[in-house]
């Protein structure tokens, strides 16, 4: 009933969303993925998807899997190339991996029956939702762009005057590197998902041969991130410092939208915050910064894992905070924002995995009510946290570390205590000869 629940709320968000992305003259995401089935679908975690869904079967049936997968992607390749039609620029494999999940479902549906069935269906479902969560972003992103004409970036960039501008700083920082320092930085952005499926087919690795998933992995987390963040999107639009100050990127934005270009090398100027329009094409989707978020739920699901796994985690970790300051993505509020914002998520799905209890409701009202505060303190105070930086400063730091030591403390709590080494009965002494 649950898996029900879930899929008719999934399902009924989604037929949502595509009639707002209808409303704006762009197909939504149920339009995109139906169409990835015969056309070159757009990059995406479609073979992530796949990855994913393949947790549930034998080492046999993936191997048939991803040969099937990667078999139709070629046939279809070669007859695009030879019909000579056109494959935009950026476009991944992916319709074989989509064609295969699709597959399994029809197989556990017809050929098994049982917990067999059911775990399938849960392989496939895993698999669809981590492709349909992809979708339904880039529908949310292109819905801010819509409905959000203006931006609250004078207010963010003069809030983040209390950390010392360190989006200018890192930015600075990253052009002395060039070129290996923004290329790897940038392979590390963009392969977020990469990492977070590595990470999770690692914690799936058992499933197949325990017939059962985990009570809380990373992809469930995730998830919760993805559909929460764009929702504060909404409330508090935000572009980021290099569309904002600077030139834009990838094509959109541009000084022609900024309040001056002044990223990375000038510091903006302080004067009083407004709400400023700009363009209909750019995401406002740095408040919070979801790619910090992310990047600490892999740090904090590869706190048990092997030895590698741990230094990958903590290397993800780093990187994507560096390059979402360096490549001028998001100011440095903006990731104390999505620190706080991943601890509270990853608190309350893991409560919620336990029981609720005391301790996990406090910890989840904790987290909360710091991260309401510091959106507040962003919109209406960035003044005076712009004139007083030697408080405001360590203010935001401390309430940033409150919830990290809570989580930490908390946590700990709710690890099962190690089981005691038993005892060896003690040996009755051998009778001395006489």
Request: hydrophobic share 50%; glycine share 10%; aromatic share 10%.
């Amino acid at each position: 009933m649950l898996w029900a629940a879930a899929v008719a709320v999934a399902g009924g968000f989604l037929v949502a969303l595509e009639f707002a992305a209808r409303h704006y003259g762009e197909p939504g995401p149920i339009t995109t993925q139906v169409s990835a089935l015969v056309f070159a679908p757009k990059s995406g975690p479609l073979y992530g998807g796949l990855a994913l869904m393949m947790v549930v079967l034998t080492w046999r049936q993936r191997f048939l899997a991803a040969g099937a997968a990667l078999g139709i992607d070629t046939v279809l390749l070669l007859v695009r190339w030879a019909a000579g039609a056109e494959i935009p620029e950026g476009v991944s494999f992916g319709t074989g991996a989509l064609w295969v999940m699709l597959g399994t479902a029809v197989v556990a549906l017809t050929r098994r029956t049982g917990p067999e069935r059911v775990l399938l269906l849960k392989g496939v479902g895993l698999g669809l939702l981590l492709v349909a969560a992809r979708k339904t972003g880039d529908t949310w992103l292109f819905i801010t762009s819509q409905t959000r004409p203006t931006v609250l970036d004078q207010y963010v960039a003069t809030a983040d005057r209390a950390l010392g501008d360190p989006s200018w700083l890192v930015g600075r920082m990253l052009e002395a590197t060039a070129p290996i320092g923004p290329h790897v930085t940038q392979l590390v952005y963009a392969q977020l998902a990469v990492a977070a499926v590595v990470v999770a087919c690692y914690q799936l690795r058992d499933v197949a041969t325990e017939g059962r998933f985990p009570r809380h992995h990373l992809v469930r987390t995730f998830l919760v991130i993805g559909l929460l963040g764009p929702g504060v999107y909404m409330l508090f639009p935000v572009v980021g410092p290099v569309f904002a100050y600077g030139p834009g990127a990838s094509g959109t934005g541009g000084v022609e939208w900024a309040v001056a270009d002044l990223w990375p090398h000038t510091p903006p100027p302080l004067t009083t915050p407004l709400p400023m329009t700009y363009d209909g094409i750019t995401p406002r989707n740095c408040m919070p910064s979801l790619h910090t978020a992310w990047a600490l739920a892999i740090y904090l699901h590869t706190r048990s894992a092997p030895r590698l796994l741990r230094f990958a985690g903590t290397f993800w970790l780093v990187a994507t905070l560096t390059a979402t300051l360096g490549f001028g993505y998001h100011y440095g509020v903006d990731l104390v924002a999505g620190v706080v914002f991943a601890l509270t998520v990853e608190a309350a799905v893991r409560a919620a995995d336990r029981g609720w209890d005391r301790s996990g409701v406090r910890l989840v009202a904790h987290g909360t009510t710091v991260f309401v505060a510091l959106l507040l303190s962003y919109r209406y105070l960035p003044m005076e946290m712009a004139r007083h930086p030697e408080i405001s400063g360590p203010a935001l730091i401390l309430a940033m570390t409150s919830v990290i030591y809570g989580y930490i403390r908390t946590t700990r709590r709710w690890e099962p205590a190690p089981a005691p080494t038993p005892r060896p009965d003690p040996q009755p002494e051998p009778a001395q000869a006489a």
